[in-house]
């Protein structure tokens, strides 16, 4: 078995390997594999000089702790049948993460279909979303309040000013540009979707909204807004499909807005749902990078084990000398630490997604409260968000 970056000469057999794993449909490959994919960013393992496995690193932008992260989104972990139960899935996490890590990547995301698969590799949940399951009669008492237009391409830069402007108070969402919604149209051309933007009598837009309608539902793929008046008339614009659908399915971020103007969100299905996985890829350089409100604490050593990114395993010595923040790292050795901890509960720190006191809960840990005040400073919990489906 080879594991490889692949090359243009493995476009044919790479695609076969998804159509047969995904089977998403012609339009929806065509439009992955001519705007987003790139050999470049394609690992491939090969059986006797056939490709038989691959991985896709997408490269993203997020904003994560208020700095920007070159990430690679993990997508299209696929293998043919006749390849499966020989490991080739270890072998080719083991090479994704070094040539991300060599890559001087600090951070990675993966929407997985089993969190099972990757836990084991040091990803861990790191993003929730809100699925929101409501009947569009319980939407009447909305008033459209704003105008609505379908969105064209000569929109993007109005589309990107809302996504921003709604994400701001938001942690580890995806930066967008240009390319990024011109990809996203392609993609409701594809899945026959719709974008709409709303404005209000002075022109001014102010939110956005990604359908789609099918089998008597409405499936709300993204709303991002600027202020309520836009979301809830975006929640009447919904309304007016009660002649062809009974039901409304929101995807929302962890805010929970729509529970709070719901007029009777009892009636409404709202379910919390695991939604990205995370992985620190470069630990010194996320310990390096972390933002210090309170220096009012005293050093601490964390002792960190990675399996599978030899270097990031060690004792990381933090602390303060004349004013300034301080990382050191030395050989890993818990019993010289303060408290240790695996590069998955780190990852869940790192991201913000989880306090130090929510790993000590669930791993049943104590700690002094000297040691407890320091990490609580270092590792604070954020409202994080991510909606990229690539």
């Keep these: 078995m080879n594991t490889r970056i692949a090359t243009d000469k493995d476009y ?56 920007e992260e070159k990430v690679s989104y993990v997508v299209g972990v696929s293998t043919l049948p006749e390849a499966r139960g020989k490991g080739i899935m270890k072998s080719m996490m083991s090479f994704a993460l070094e040539e991300m890590y060599n890559r001087n990547q600090n951070v990675a995301i993966l929407m997985p279909i089993d969190f099972r698969l990757y836990r084991k590799f040091g990803f861990e949940n790191c993003y929730d979303m809100i699925e929101q399951k409501i009947n569009i009669n319980d939407l009447s008492n909305f008033r459209l309040n704003r105008n609505f237009k379908k969105a064209k391409i000569s929109d993007i830069e109005t589309l990107i000013d809302i996504y921003s402007k709604s994400n701001k108070r938001l942690n580890g969402y995806a930066l967008r540009d240009e390319k990024r919604y011109k990809n996203l149209f392609k993609e409701v051309e594809a899945d026959n979707s719709q974008i709409y933007i709303s404005y209000d009598d002075n022109m001014a837009n102010d939110g956005y909204l990604v359908y789609s309608i099918s089998d008597n539902k409405i499936f709300v793929r993204e709303i991002y807004f600027t202020n309520t008046e836009s979301l809830k008339s975006m929640l009447a614009f919904l309304y007016n499909h009660n002649t062809q659908c009974e039901k409304v399915i929101i995807m929302e971020d962890i805010r929970n807005i729509l529970n709070s103007i719901l007029s009777n969100p009892k009636t409404s299905e709202s379910v919390l749902k695991p939604f990205m996985m995370g992985r620190i890829i470069n630990m010194y350089n996320c310990l390096k990078n972390i933002d210090i409100y309170n220096k009012d604490f005293s050093g601490i050593i964390i002792s960190i084990k990675d399996e599978y990114i030899i270097n990031n395993t060690g004792n990381y010595h933090l602390e303060f000398k004349s004013g300034k923040y301080e990382l050191n790292k030395s050989e890993y050795d818990p019993k010289k630490s303060d408290i240790d901890l695996n590069i998955n509960q780190m990852s869940q720190l790192i991201f913000g997604y989880k306090d130090i006191e929510d790993i000590l809960e669930i791993e049943n840990k104590e700690i002094k409260e000297t040691e407890l005040y320091t990490l609580k400073n270092l590792f604070i919990k954020k409202k994080n968000h991510i909606n990229e489906y690539d």
């Design 12 to 67: 044919n057999q790479i695609r076969k390997i998804w159509t047969y794993c995904f089977n998403e449909g012609k339009d929806i490959e065509d439009c992955y594999f001519e705007n987003k994919y790139s050999y470049l960013n394609t690992i491939v393992s090969e059986i006797e000089g056939e490709v038989v496995s691959s991985i896709h690193l997408n490269q993203h932008t997020i904003k994560l702790n208020d700095k």
